[in-house]
Antibody, heavy 117, light 112 residues
Framework: QVQLVESGGGVVQPGGSLRLSCAASGFTFSIYGMHWVRQAPGKGLEWVAFIRYDGSNKYYADSVKGRFTISRDNSKNTLYLQMNSLRAEDTAVYYC??????????WGQGTLVTVSS | DIVMTQTPLSSPVTLGQPASISCRSSQSLVHSDGNTYLSWLQQRPGQPPRLLIYKISNRFSGVPDRFSGSGAGTDFTLKISRVEAEDVGVYYCTQATQFPWTFGQGTKVEIK
C-alpha cells in the first residue's frame, strides 16, 4: 500500500525557514520522481517543485525559485522541501506527490504551513 | 507558462443528471513524444486531490466508468454521466506536458 506522510508544517514568522519532509512507504521510492504541490486556504492547487528519481534534475515554480529547495534521500525513502525567506503568501497545505508517469500523481494527505507574525 | 482555464467555476447538478466541465489551455498540450498530458483531479471536501483521468481519456485505477474525458489540442472536457452524492467536490484539470505543471482554477460540483 503506497503511503506518503508529510510532516514539518507549522507556524513560522515572515522571513523564517521551515523544512518539510515526506516519508514514503509501500513502493520503491528511489525509482520515482516526486513533486510538491500546495494549496492556499480556500484556493486552488499550485505546483511548487519536482525532483527526478535520482535527484539529477529539479524544477521550481517561479514563485518559489531561489527560496525553496527540493531534495531527497533515497536511503531514507524521504522527500524534503527546504523553505527559506517565507512570506505570508506561502501559507498553504503542502502535498507531496509520487509521479507514476504520464502526468499521473499519487498524493499524500498534506501538511499545513502558516506564515504569520 | 501554460494557463489552464476551466468553465464553469460552479456547477449545481441534480442527482442522477449529467455534468460537464470544460478546460482550455493557452497552448497545445501535445508533447514532443506525441502524447497529450492532460489530467483531471477530484478533491472532495477535506481530502487531498485524487486522480480521475490521465492523458485526456484514460480512467485511473478504481475510478467509476461514469467519469469520462475527451478532447484534443487545447480543448478538453470531463463528463459525469450520472452525478452521485459522492461526486460532490472540486474538479481540476492539469497539464503535465511542460514545466511548470499548471492547474485550472477548479470547478465546484454541488447537488441542487
Amino acid at each position: 500500500q503506497v503511503q506518503l506522510v508529510e510532516s514539518g508544517g507549522g507556524v513560522v514568522q515572515p522571513g523564517g525557514s521551515l523544512r518539510l519532509s515526506c516519508a514514503a512507504s509501500g513502493f520503491t521510492f528511489s525509482i520515482y520522481g516526486m513533486h510538491w504541490v500546495r494549496q492556499a486556504p480556500g484556493k486552488g492547487l499550485e505546483w511548487v517543485a519536482f525532483i527526478r528519481y535520482d535527484g539529477s534534475n529539479k524544477y521550481y515554480a517561479d514563485s518559489v525559485k531561489g527560496r525553496f529547495t527540493i531534495s531527497r534521500d533515497n536511503s531514507k525513502n524521504t522527500l524534503y522541501l527546504q523553505m527559506n525567506s517565507l512570506r505570508a503568501e506561502d501559507t498553504a497545505v503542502y502535498y507531496c506527490a509520487k509521479d507514476v508517469g504520464s502526468g499521473r500523481l499519487y498524493w499524500g494527505q498534506g501538511t499545513l504551513v502558516t506564515v504569520s507574525s | 507558462d501554460i494557463v489552464m482555464t476551466q468553465t464553469p467555476l460552479s456547477s449545481p447538478v441534480t442527482l442522477g443528471q449529467p455534468a460537464s466541465i470544460s478546460c482550455r489551455s493557452s497552448q497545445s498540450l501535445v508533447h514532443s513524444d506525441g502524447n497529450t498530458y492532460l489530467s483531471w483531479l477530484q478533491q472532495r471536501p477535506g481530502q487531498p486531490p485524487r486522480l480521475l483521468i490521465y492523458k485526456i481519456s484514460n480512467r485511473f485505477s478504481g475510478v467509476p466508468d461514469r467519469f469520462s474525458g475527451s478532447g484534443a489540442g487545447t480543448d478538453f472536457t470531463l463528463k459525469i454521466s450520472r452525478v452521485e452524492a459522492e461526486d460532490v467536490g472540486v474538479y481540476y484539470c492539469t497539464q503535465a506536458t511542460q514545466f511548470p505543471w499548471t492547474f485550472g482554477q477548479g470547478t465546484k460540483v454541488e447537488i441542487k
